[in-house]
């Protein structure tokens, strides 16, 4: 599947052994947590490998974007009571391990969970369509998105509500090494990010050449991983720094689309306008009261050109951060299915990279 041209490549319930949530959760025999799973999947030698399989070349490349689909006894199921139509849990992984939230394939994922029977659709009318609920839970929690169904098919635009997202620092100087100090912003949205405009490292969003976004979004963040400590108040699995955004520098709000590249992980590119990465870049303009709640923006990828909407619908807490829950929008499109063997012979049987 991909949303906004970022890819994701969807691992179904049971297709990756030893991710089984029932069971053994970390030695109290009952069952595992989405980010115990996580917990698992970091330290675990032989289900790294397996990501390297999916993600790597020859059968990926080092932008390749997966999740990992868990069902049947994960603690966040037997809990979900009052959690509308939930669809189990989902862990997220990318080129170097796994992150905490992924905006584009919550998009992605609603649809599937309808059309794959993970989240059994009420009743609809004949030719009528409605707009059906799908709870996910990820490593940063609950994430319900809403995804449109005709009786027999999920519709290509859907949107999610995320978890509490909230601006942790605002104008900090940072070194960076090669750029002198610059100024940026940090801010939340299921995961951390650092935010500047490209302007700033005398460079341009939309027209520079890619590896000098790439170079020096990497700068910042290494920048920002070394001179500033990132804390999620509750969960402190969050309590990291993925990516880095660079931005136009339009933050003022405007009907205008406003254009951003998200480089994060090993310095992977997001083809898409990046969910997390609006969801957070929202939390940073309500904060600063550039936007007010129930408006949209419009953010464009400046690598692909493709649209997701954000907007601050609510006013929330995390911890003692006053923040806001995001409504992001976005289409989402299936590319195929496929089935990947593993012989024990190849010597580059769990992938590699080139940079």
């Known amino acids: ?82 959690m509308p139509g939930a669809a189990g849990g989902v862990l997220f992984v ?11 394939a919550v998009l992605c994922l609603a649809r599937l969970a309808l059309d794959y029977g993970l989240r059994r659709p009420p009743p609809t009318p004949e030719k009528e369509e409605q707009e059906v609920p799908v709870t996910l839970h990820c490593p940063c929690g609950p994430v319900v998105a809403f995804a449109s169904w005709d009786g027999q098919r999920s519709g290509s635009r859907v949107r999610f509500h995320s978890v509490p997202a909230f601006a942790a620092a605002t104008d900090l100087t940072v070194d960076v090494p090669g750029y002198g100090k610059v100024v940026v912003d940090v801010a939340y949205g299921g995961a951390f990010y650092a935010f500047l405009s490209a302007e700033k490292l005398g460079l341009d969003v939309c027209s520079s050449k890619l590896r000098e976004l790439v170079d ?37 709000f405007s009907d205008e689309p406003t254009s951003n590249i998200c480089v994060f992980a090993d310095e992977q590119v997001d083809r898409s306008p990046t969910g997390s990465g609006v969801t957070a870049r929202i939390a940073l303009q309500y904060h600063k009261g550039l936007i007010q709640l129930g408006q949209t923006r419009t953010f464009r990828s400046s690598t692909t050109g493709s649209l997701f909407t954000g907007k601050a619908v609510k006013e929330s807490k995390s911890g003692d951060h006053n923040a806001v829950i995001v409504e992001v929008s976005g289409e989402s499109f ?8 593993l012989e024990e012979n190849d010597p580059l049987k769990y992938g590699f990279l080139l940079k």
């Open 1 to 82: 599947m991909h949303a906004g041209g970022e890819p994701l490549r969807v691992v179904l319930p049971g297709g990756l052994p030893g991710l089984e949530p029932a069971g053994d959760g970390g030695g109290g025999g009952g069952p595992s947590s989405v980010l115990e799973l996580r917990r698992r999947l970091l330290a675990s030698p032989e289900l790294d490998a397996l990501r390297r399989l999916l993600m790597h070349e020859p059968r990926g490349h080092r932008d390749m974007y997966g999740a990992l689909l868990v069902r049947g006894g994960c603690k966040e199921e037997q809990e979900e009571e009052g």
């Open 94 to 104: 990318h080129n170097q391990g796994a992150s905490s939230m992924c905006g584009h």
């Open 216 to 252: 020096a979004a990497s700068a910042v963040t290494k920048a920002v991983k070394a001179q500033f400590n990132v804390c999620h108040p509750l969960i402190e699995d969050m309590s990291f720094v993925y990516g880095t955004i660079l931005t136009d520098g339009k933050d003022a």
């Open 334 to 341: 299936y590319t195929g299915t496929s089935t990947f063997t």
